[in-house]
Each structure stands twice: as C-alpha cells, then as structure tokens.
C-alpha cells in the first residue's frame, strides 16, 4: 500500500531564513507529486505539482520542490519564508492507475518574526 | 473561492444523530472525492464518484454513506454519528476519474457532543 511520510510534524524557522520540509513516499509503480498548504482555517490549495518532465518543479509564492526518484522523495524548499507562510503543508502521492491521493500528515510550518 | 462548494460550514449534534454534508462541485467536473481530517488519523480518503458512480472506495465506515447525483452535487451522509467522528469533511473535485489534480472545498466542519 502506498505511504506518504512527512518527516517533520513541526518546522518553525525565522522570517527570511530558507526552509526545507521533507516527504518521503512509497511506491513501486509511477507517481505524480503534489504538495498541499492549509492555511488557518482554510481548505487545501494546491501549491505545486510534478507529473512528468523537469523534476524540479516551481510552485506558488516562491516554492520550489525536487522530484528524486531513486531516494523516492519529494521535499519541498523556498529561499527566504515570510510571516505569511504560516500554514500546515501537505505532500500527497497519486499512484497511476488509483483512484485518489494518498497524503502525509502535514508539517506545520511556523514562521517567527 | 476554488469554485467547489461545501455546506454546512459548522455541524454541531449530539451522538447518535444522522447528519448530511453537501458538496457542488467546481464547474465541468465530474469525479468528487471524500476526505475526512481529523487531528489523529491526519486526511483520510473516504471515496470518489464519477459522474453518479462509485469508483473508489477508502477508509469509509459502514455508517457513513455517500452519492452523487445528476447534476453532479454530492451528499455525504454520516449516521450514528460517535465522538470520534468529529473532524473536518472535505470534498474535492477533478474533471474526470483518472485525473490527479485536485480542487478542494474550505470543508465542513463536525463537532460531535
């Protein structure tokens, strides 16, 4: 069965210091890559995905995440994170053939000022 | 606004009652998926439709049930409801079965007394 792991529950970082959060996966077959943000009391917007190509792909508001397929990882990065970048992030998997996306639990991301 | 629609926005009821969750889908698409998030078990998949038909089934109880209808809305129905069930309910939507790119709704939030 398909498992998605977010290594780190919790990341805080100060403003205008790079972040990385991790995302391992688990599969055996081809996936597409997608990380989620949750803001405060909010749905899930999609922040970037990769489905084939350039594993490294760009997202909304600066973010940046690196498809590696022999680790079978997916983190996600952005240079300098600002206050409003407080939020839960979460990475997901679709297996090709299946029928949703399997998601990790989420890093909550903190910035401090 | 991600053009998919949920209501309620808050359920408050008492335990064993039967209670109803609606999701509109974004225009011109035709699968919608059914994502439970709760603190403990994170966001679980519970099932899809595709144009009126069940195509997947996750880890959805027996007392929660679900349909989409003609015009393509959809109904998540949760009854004998438990303290346990008290979580945040998302819908998304995709233009079709096998598509991976989800658009979700702001969710429906159930508080279980």
């Known amino acids: 069965a398909q498992s998605v792991t977010q290594l780190d529950s919790q990341v805080p970082v100060f403003e205008e210091a790079p972040v990385e959060l991790r995302c391992n996966y688990s599969s055996s077959v081809s996936v597409y890559l997608f990380w989620y943000v949750q803001y405060p009391n909010q749905g899930l917007q999609l922040l970037l995905k990769?489905?084939?190509?350039?594993?490294l792909v760009k997202g909304i508001n600066g973010f940046e995440a690196e498809f590696n397929k022999s680790q079978t990882s997916f983190h996600l990065r952005k240079p300098s994170v600002h206050i409003s970048d407080t939020a839960e992030y979460f990475c997901a998997v679709w297996e090709t053939g299946a029928n949703n996306l399997f998601f990790g639990t989420g890093t909550r991301l903190t910035v401090i000022p | 606004d991600s053009g998919v629609t949920q209501t309620p926005k808050h359920l408050i009821t008492a335990t064993g009652q039967r209670v109803t969750l609606r999701c509109s889908p974004r225009s011109g698409d035709l699968s919608v998926y059914w994502y439970q998030q709760s603190l403990d078990q994170g966001l679980q998949f519970l099932i899809q439709y595709y144009n009126g038909e069940e195509r997947a089934k996750g880890n959805i109880l027996e007392r929660f049930s679900a349909q989409q209808f003609p015009d393509l809305h959809s109904e998540l129905n949760l009854s004998s409801l438990e303290l346990g069930d008290s979580a945040l309910y998302f819908c998304a939507s995709s233009v079709d079965s096998g598509a991976n790119v989800l658009t979700f709704g702001a969710g429906s939030r159930l508080t279980v007394l």
């Open positions: 990769y489905l084939s190509g350039s594993t």
